[in-house]
């Protein structure tokens, strides 16, 4: 199933208030053009992705309502099924989405659009086919022992249902090549499992918020969000893609914040006004 690129977006500061309109404008819009797997119940019931636990109003529940309240859904993650999503989450390591979702793309075109057809592709053949998102022989290598573990363990057909949240876990950081942040994706945007997925995005957001130079391990950021949230999965999946989209358009490496919609939340933002 083809994912269509995301938007060619220029990075950096927004200069002109032009481009901060319209920078305003297409973050406030979702991207229909993407395609959202999202996990039914254990049940195999379809999920609401507006219905989530209240947030309450600690420091990351604050971020959630106001960054809903501004821009809502943000449609993330992208992926037209359970196993394009975890695909996804191996391809972007290293690269930026752009590039994994056009080498998502690649592998469908080329008939490698499930764990099945992947492991029976020849390993060369399907290094090319990915060669231009990176670190391809190593990628290849993990989107192989996944396939392996996905299909032993029927992860299309509800066969991890009854596995813990944390042994499932437990399984997936088993997996070469397989670390936090792709097992935290994987459990959450293929699974439906609550948990924070931390990345380098939110971790800058945090120190800019908070005003505070400490930079937060991975474990310790997870945990902070895990205490004071609640643990739900839907609620953990949105404020995910509240924080990659919010960062990806408007907290950048040179943020905009005079078209931040958080923008009394922030501590730096506010020292810059
Ligand atoms: S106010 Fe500025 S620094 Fe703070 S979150 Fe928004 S864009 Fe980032």
């Given at each position: 199933?083809?994912?269509?690129?995301?938007?060619?977006?220029?990075?950096?500061?927004?200069?002109?208030?032009?481009?901060?309109?319209?920078?305003?404008?297409?973050?406030?819009?979702?991207?229909?053009?993407?395609?959202?797997?999202?996990?039914?119940?254990?049940?195999?019931?379809?999920?609401d992705p507006t219905s989530w636990a209240t947030?309450?109003?600690?420091?990351?529940?604050?971020?959630?309502?106001?960054m809903w309240d501004a821009w809502g859904d943000p449609y993330w993650w992208p992926g037209a099924n359970a196993w394009e999503c975890a695909s996804g989450a191996i391809l972007v390591q290293n690269t930026t989405w752009?590039?994994?979702?056009?080498?998502?793309?690649?592998?469908?075109?080329?008939?490698?659009?499930?764990?099945?057809?992947?492991?029976?592709?020849?390993?060369?053949?399907?290094?090319?086919?990915?060669?231009?998102?990176?670190?391809y022989r190593a990628k290849t290598r993990k989107l192989r022992e996944l396939a392996a573990w996905w299909i032993a363990n029927s992860a299309d057909t509800g066969g991890v249902d009854d596995i813990s949240d944390d042994d499932l876990r437990a399984q997936l950081l088993n997996i070469w090549g397989i670390g936090p942040e792709t097992a935290d994706d994987i459990l959450v945007y293929c699974f439906g499992r609550p948990w924070f997925v931390v990345d380098a995005y939110a971790i800058r957001l945090r120190q800019r918020?908070?005003?505070?130079?400490?930079?937060?391990?991975?474990?310790?950021?997870?945990?902070?969000?895990?205490?004071?949230?609640?643990?739900?999965?839907?609620l953990l999946h949105q404020l995910h893609g509240l924080v990659d989209k919010l960062c990806g358009y408007v907290c950048q490496k040179k943020p905009s914040c005079e078209v931040c919609p958080i923008l009394e939340l922030c501590e730096y933002g506010k020292g810059r006004q």
């Open positions: 199933m083809a994912i269509p690129a995301l938007p060619n977006r220029k990075a950096g500061r927004v200069e002109t208030l032009r481009e901060a309109a319209r920078l305003k404008r297409e973050s406030m819009q979702p991207d229909l053009r993407r395609e959202r797997w999202i996990p039914p119940d254990k049940y195999g019931r379809p999920q947030p309450g109003d600690g420091f990351w529940g604050r971020f959630f309502i106001n752009n590039s994994a979702s056009k080498t998502i793309l690649s592998l469908c075109e080329a008939g490698y659009n499930d764990a099945e057809s992947l492991l029976a592709a020849p390993v060369e053949t399907v290094e090319q086919t990915i060669r231009s998102v990176g670190y918020l908070t005003g505070s130079d400490l930079k937060l391990s991975y474990d310790q950021l997870q945990q902070e969000v895990h205490a004071e949230l609640p643990r739900d999965y839907m």
